[in-house]
Structures are given as structure tokens and as C-alpha cells.
């Protein structure tokens, strides 16, 4: 059985630090535990957090090589070279792109992009490309987002007399391109502390570099909400750099927008405030979705072309019809790709490849991103009808996806990316090969611990806690998003009311739980299971919906005691009994399963058990439920430890539980059972620590 295990994140604070700097810094305690727990260790540190300037900023030659790349640039501007900037097909490469071309036409100096075409020429610098700007004259290219793995067409362009500049932030290989300079902070040759730019992050520094080389004093605004834009979109962690980047450009877009074409694109999906949220889940997309179909040059249009107000929100409803149809091709893809796993029984295996020559390549990396969801397994997915597919890669927290394609290079035609999503392409007679030498690779890193997905919360809250209040404390935590999460609460026994599904195909769950509505998506199916007061994991947000704004718990996770099923509770059992004592306390997936919310199992508890099975005979779990008041995991045990003392024999058919009383002399002393002794161990671990759901 799959386990979620909850985990507190971070460590825990100590409470006299926590009302210290509440009433220092005029802050909600719950806002300041958080902070604290996350790493933050004193004032300073925390109001820089809270309050990122333009002074945040570091330092852009502080980059390695990128003064080296600003010079270069410069000194194509002073001798009137001709400049391609040669961008990629996603948020990111179309963002870069754009950002630094709107720089040069902001002070007259004419330069072109090239993004190449996702389906046809796929990702990254191409040779055919490169002789066409090489025969219209092109002097220097500015690879952006992209050209740290164009070894081969590096080398060419420096027999062509071409010069390239790279800016990229995808993992290196073993040898470097050989251009003018490469801007990479996650070279490993490269010194310098900032390694999770984006490409458009780094677009933005070389403005900022090139700002400051020429004293040009320039209205960094519009650049920030770009670079803003791209760091969020292309999930790189929002922490240091990019969380100022972040920051500072949505403050601008939400004040007074400089980029028009930005603008407009707020203004068609009806945004009143801009949240990193909106760029995750709306504008990203938007921006995606064009290369996914073969169309990138309609971002840079937007972004960067000349036109009326009318014109450009024609062209910012053009992307969001791009994505609406980018979301269908994505359903076809996923749903197939689903039936291909559970069909097959590849959902059994540690890692999942699956290929279609119907999948679309553009979407693929979405579909896997949603089965990873699904599975939680790393899932590679491929497609084309071609000798050669394409796939996208898609991997689990801790699992170093990019490092598991390395060690398959031999059977790939070509690979990229990062440790949790990346590309590849591979002829299909290899695949079978793939697929069984990537799960024994997994297997030989040892990936089973790792496919129980963890569950972080931030801290334990009671139900009537959630609402407005909580709601625009946790605001100050923005911007959010990858590395710097939203703040999630554990909530205990939840009294859920008018629980009901909601969605044209009763996909998602919707409830009440006291004035507060919760939704939980993809979990339309747990609508059967509150025959309790579960617990859950969330996040506290803002839902808008016709103009009405309410707040909403985004439910993550559910357990439900008692378990739901008997098999679970069983399962819950056996792990108890293979703990070693001083594990109890400490195994998440014994604490985390369902259990007994702090009671203990009593030997008056087991003589009811020992009553039923006399008198019934066969029974079913949820007849035993009823008629003795205990939850599935207590009859479980209780059940296991009478048949460990020969008091019971037992047998289960599913559901349904035969029993036979086995002829006993003498008395039983139960409370010496090795089981009955654990379970109450660890019910008063957990009385005595509030169920160690507060710590670590």
C-alpha cells in the first residue's frame, strides 16, 4: 500500500523566541514560528525576508563570466555588429528572449530573435539554424535558456567566425562549449554563489550588468516583471535572488505595469491583484503553451512587439486559446498514457516509461508531471512516429532523474535537463532496453524509501482557526512557489459538513468544515470515506469565482481513522509489530497511518473482540465496528494479539473475518503480549506529545 507520511517542516521554535519577536516586529506569533522554522535565525534576516529591495539585488559581475559577456555585447553595439538572440520555446527562453531584446530597442539598437520550433527542430541550438543567420550575417549570438549542451554547434559557429554568448542554467556536461564566454552558475567550474537563476534571471542580470557599464540609469521595472514572470513559470526555487526578482516584479506589475504586452495579458484573465500563484497556474501557461504548439514566436510578438491596445489584447486572448487547446491535446495524451500504466501493470515498477506514437511531443512533459501526481513514481513518457522519439522526464523528491538518463546515455540519442524533470530522445528498438535498465539502476540507488511521498506542513491549527485572520497573516509569505512553499497547516479531526462532489465527472471533493469551505482536488472518491473525523493537510487561499471572494482550505492529504479498509489497518498493525520500540515514536508511517488519536487498547477492548468472534463466528469489518465501538486498526490488533495468545484462530476473506475460539487452560495475562505492550506505548507517546505532530 502507497503511504503519504506528514512531516513537520523545518525545526521546531522555541516559544519564548517566538512572542520575543512577535512583539518586536509586530508580527502574528504563528507567521514568526514559521519564519523561525524555516531557517530564519535572527530580526535582520527576517525583515529582509518580508521586505526585499532593489539593494537585495547582488552584484551581476558578481555572476562568473558575466562582465565577460557584457563587454563582449558592448563592443558589438559599438561597432554595429548584427545580434541574434537565440532563445528557447518555453516561458522561460521566451521570457529571456524578450527581456532582452525590448533592452536593445529601448536605446535604438536593432537586434532579431531567433526560438526555434519545438515540434520540428526541437530543443535547443540546431545546425540548420545556424548556417541561415550565419548566411544573413550575424555577428554575435546570445544564447539564452539554452546552449550549455551545443558543444558541436559552438564549435561550429567559432569556424564560421561567429561568437557566441551563452547564458543557461540547465546542468552542464563534461566539456563546456567552446564560446566567447558561458554564463552558467551551475557549471561546476564556475565559481559564484547563485546557482538557481532562471534563463531569464540571468537576461536580466546582463541588463543589469550592461546598466551599469554604460551608466545608462535605466527603469529596471519592466525587465524585473519579465524576469519575474520566468522564474516563477520555469519552477525554479524562489529563495535569495530569484524570491527578490519575484517579489519586486509583481509589486511593479500590481502598482503600475510597465511591460504592455504583460498588461494585457492581466487584463484577459480579469486579474485585480497579480499573485505568484496566477503566474504558476495562469500566465505561465499562457506562455508555454504557444511552444508547446510550434507557435513561441507569439510570445515575443506580445512582449515585444509594437501595436495598439486592441491589437495586443487580441494577441494575449491568442495565448490563452493556444493553452485551452494545449489542455486538450494534454487530456488525450494523459489519459492514454494512464490506461498504457495501469493496463500493463507498469504502476508495479519502481520507475515508469511509457510511448505512444500518438503522443503529441509538445504536451508531454505536462502528462508525465500529472501521472508522476497519479503514481508517484519518476515517469518518462515518449512519443513520435518516427526512428527517433522524443520524451520528458518527470521525477520525485530526492530521485536525481537527470543522473538515472546519464547512466542510460549509451542507449539515448540525447539527454538534458535537471534532477527533476528533464528530456530526452532515444530510438524506439531501445526502449525496452530503457525501461529495464532505468529501473535497475533505481534500484540500485535504492528508491523505495522514496516513493512513500513526505507531506510537509508548517504547523497544527484547530479547525475554527482557518479563515480571513490566518489567511492575510500567510500573505506575508509571498511570493510562494518552489523552494519557499505557501504556508501548510495539519488539521485534526475535522467535522466535515455537506460533504459532496463537485466537477462535470465528480472528480473533486468540496465540504464544510465550520465556516470555512474546503476543496480537495482529485479526490472526488474520499466523498465515500468520511465515516469519521479525518485529518487533513492544506493550505489556506483565496478563491475567486464570479466576482465573489471567499476563503478557501486547499485540502493536500487525508487519513482517515479508523483506516478505512481492514487490508490498511491490518498493514498498520504488522508495522507496529516489526518496530523495535525506540522506533515507535520516530516511524512516520506508524504515526501518520491512522491510529488511535491517543487512546489505548484496553483489555476490557479485547474481550469485546473476544465476544464477537464467539458469538458471530464470521463477520463483516463494519459489522464489528458497530457493534463494539472500536475502529478497524483496534480490531486488527486486537484480533492478531488474541490469535498470538491461542486464544482465537482467524481467517479473513476480504471484508469478511471467520473466527474459532481455540480451548484455553489456566488465565491469560494479555498485558504481556509484545503487540497489546507497543500499541499502548505508543498511544501514550502520543498522548504525552500531542501525537509528535508538532516536531520533527
Not at 435 to 457: C, F, G, M, S, V
Amino acid at each position: 500500500m502507497d503511504v503519504t507520511i506528514w512531516k513537520k517542516r523545518g525545526k521546531q521554535a522555541a516559544d519564548k523566541t517566538v512572542k520575543t519577536y512577535s512583539k518586536t516586529l509586530d508580527l502574528s506569533p504563528s507567521l514568526v514560528e514559521i519564519l523561525l522554522s524555516r531557517g530564519f535565525e535572527d530580526e535582520e534576516q527576517i525583515k529582509r525576508y518580508l521586505n526585499p529591495n532593489m539593494k537585495d539585488l547582488c552584484d551581476p559581475f558578481s555572476i562568473a563570466n558575466m562582465e565577460k559577456a557584457c563587454d563582449r555585447v558592448i563592443q558589438a553595439v559599438q561597432n554595429q555588429e548584427r545580434i541574434v538572440i537565440y532563445g528557447d520555446y518555453d516561458a522561460d527562453g521566451t521570457g529571456a528572449s524578450s527581456l532582452l531584446k525590448n533592452f536593445f530597442t529601448q536605446f535604438g539598437y536593432p537586434v532579431k530573435i531567433y526560438i526555434p520550433n519545438r515540434l520540428k527542430e526541437g530543443y535547443g541550438m540546431n545546425k540548420d539554424a545556424l548556417f541561415r543567420l550565419i548566411e544573413s550575417g550575424v555577428d554575435l549570438i546570445v544564447c539564452v535558456d539554452n546552449g550549455i549542451a551545443s558543444v558541436e554547434c559552438a564549435a561550429y559557429l567559432k569556424t564560421q567566425g561567429v561568437d557566441l554568448v551563452v547564458l543557461d542554467h540547465h546542468e552542464p556536461g563534461e566539456i563546456l562549449p567552446e564560446a566567447f564566454a558561458v554564463v552558467d552558475p551551475k557549471a561546476e567550474k564556475l565559481p559564484g554563489p547563485y546557482k538557481d537563476l532562471c534563463g531569464a534571471g540571468l537576461a536580466f542580470k546582463m541588463v543589469q550588468g550592461l546598466d551599469k557599464k554604460l551608466d545608462l540609469q535605466v527603469d529596471l521595472r519592466p525587465y524585473l516583471e519579465l524576469a519575474s514572470l520566468s522564474t516563477v513559470a520555469d519552477l525554479v526555487p524562489l529563495k535569495d535572488e530569484n524570491r527578490a526578482i519575484v517579489y519586486l516584479g509583481l509589486k511593479s506589475m500590481n502598482r503600475d505595469c510597465q511591460q504592455p504586452g504583460l498588461r494585457a495579458l492581466i487584463d484577459s484573465f480579469k486579474l485585480n491583484e497579480v499573485r505568484s500563484s496566477d503566474i504558476a497556474y495562469k500566465i505561465g501557461p499562457a506562455m508555454n503553451a504557444p511552444g508547446r504548439l510550434g507557435r513561441a514566436r507569439a510570445v515575443v510578438k506580445l512582449f515585444c512587439d509594437e501595436m495598439n491596445p486592441e491589437e495586443r489584447h487580441e494577441m494575449a486572448e491568442q495565448l490563452i486559446a493556444f493553452n485551452d487547446r494545449r489542455k486538450e491535446i494534454e487530456k488525450g495524451v494523459y489519459q492514454k498514457a494512464e490506461e498504457q500504466v495501469f493496463l500493463e501493470g507498469k504502476d508495479k515498477k519502481r520507475i515508469i516509461v511509457v510511448a505512444d506514437e500518438s503522443f503529441h511531443v509538445g504536451v508531454m512533459g505536462i502528462a508525465a508531471s500529472r501521472l508522476q501526481e497519479r503514481v508517484y513514481r519518476p515517469v518518462l513518457i515518449a512519443g513520435g512516429s518516427g526512428e527517433i522519439m522524443k520524451g520528458s522526464c518527470r521525477s520525485v523528491e530526492g530521485f536525481n532523474i537527470y543522473e538515472a538518463l546519464k547512466a542510460c546515455e549509451d542507449l539515448l540519442e540525447g539527454y538534458g535537463g535537471h534532477s527533476q524533470a528533464a528530456g530526452f530522445s532515444i530510438k524506439r528498438k531501445n526502449l525496452p532496453a530503457l525501461e529495464k535498465r532505468i529501473n535497475q539502476y533505481a534500484l540500485e540507488k535504492r528508491i523505495d524509501p522514496l516513493l512513500n511521498q513526505t507531506i510537509y506542513y508548517d504547523a497544527k491549527v484547530d479547525e475554527n482557526q482557518i479563515g480571513r485572520n490566518l489567511y492575510e497573516q500567510m500573505k506575508r509569505l509571498e511570493p510562494t512557489g518552489l523552494g519557499n512553499p505557501g504556508a501548510s497547516f495539519l488539521i485534526d479531526h475535522v467535522h466535515a459538513k455537506n460533504v459532496a462532489t463537485m466537477g462535470s465527472e465528480g472528480d473533486h471533493l468540496r465540504f464544510q468544515c465550520g465556516e470555512t469551505r474546503c476543496v480537495g482536488f482529485n479526490r472526488g472518491s474520499d466523498k465515500y470515506r468520511f465515516n469519521s473525523n479525518p485529518a487533513m493537510v492544506g493550505k489556506i487561499e483565496l478563491n475567486c469565482f464570479r466576482g465573489i471572494e471567499n476563503i478557501q482550505f486547499n485540502v493536500k492529504d487525508l487519513k482517515f481513522s479508523p483506516l478505512e479498509d481492514l487490508d490498511s489497518a491490518f498493514e498498520w498493525v504488522i508495522r507496529v509489530k516489526e518496530s523495535e520500540d525506540n522506533d515507535l515514536s520516530k516511524n512516520e508511517t506508524i504515526l501518520w497511518e491512522p491510529v488511535f488519536q491517543g487512546e489505548s487498547l484496553s483489555r476490557e477492548e479485547l474481550i469485546k473482540i473476544y465476544n464477537l468472534s464467539r458469538k458471530k463466528k464470521n463477520f463483516h469489518a463494519d459489522e464489528a465496528a458497530r457493534i463494539t465501538g472500536l475502529s478497524y486498526p483496534a480490531i486488527a490488533a486486537g484480533l492478531s494479539i488474541l490469535q498470538e495468545e491461542g486464544m482465537i484462530c482467524f481467517s479473513r476473506d476480504e471484508d469478511l473475518v471467520k473466527t474459532e475460539i481455540c480451548p484455553i487452560s489456566g488465565k491469560k495475562d494479555i498485558t504481556q503480549n509484545e503487540l497489546f505492550r507497543k500499541i499502548n506505548h505508543l498511544s501514550k507517546e502520543e498522548e504525552n506529545t500531542n501525537g509528535l505532530k508538532e516536531q520533527d
